[in-house]
């Protein structure tokens, strides 16, 4: 269970970095166009990493974890939505922490 939850655990960091990243260069896209021009390369190279690779192997990650936990299904629900808002995928990733590790995580 603890491999399940470590995979969960990698997959929800680089996928919400991937999304964070990504919003942060469309949002300076909105402010500064020329900028823009040379950040375009590496929003296509992050788009298509985040929504290509990295949220499908989230959400197998994910789903992976909630049937070796044995979690709620509404909880899938909420990992799977995490992978659309910056940020939402750090705070549920530490949540889950929380709720299945109380004592802290255990040592390889």
Do not use: C, Q
Not at 13 to 22: A, K, P, Q, S, V
Not at 91 to 106: A, C, I, S, T
């Amino acid at each position: 269970m603890e491999v399940a939850f470590r995979r969960y655990r990698i997959m929800s960091f680089i996928t919400g970095t991937t999304l964070l990243t990504l919003y942060v260069m469309l949002l300076l896209h909105t402010f500064d166009l020329a900028l823009w021009k040379h950040l375009k390369i590496l929003v296509d190279v992050d788009g298509l990493a985040h929504g290509i690779v990295m949220y499908p192997l989230y959400m197998i990650a994910s789903f992976n974890m909630v049937l070796k936990f044995r979690l709620p299904l509404a909880l899938l629900l909420l990992m799977l939505i995490a992978g659309f808002f910056p940020g939402v995928a750090f705070f549920l990733e530490y949540r889950m922490r929380l709720r299945l590790y109380p004592d802290g995580l255990p040592a390889k």
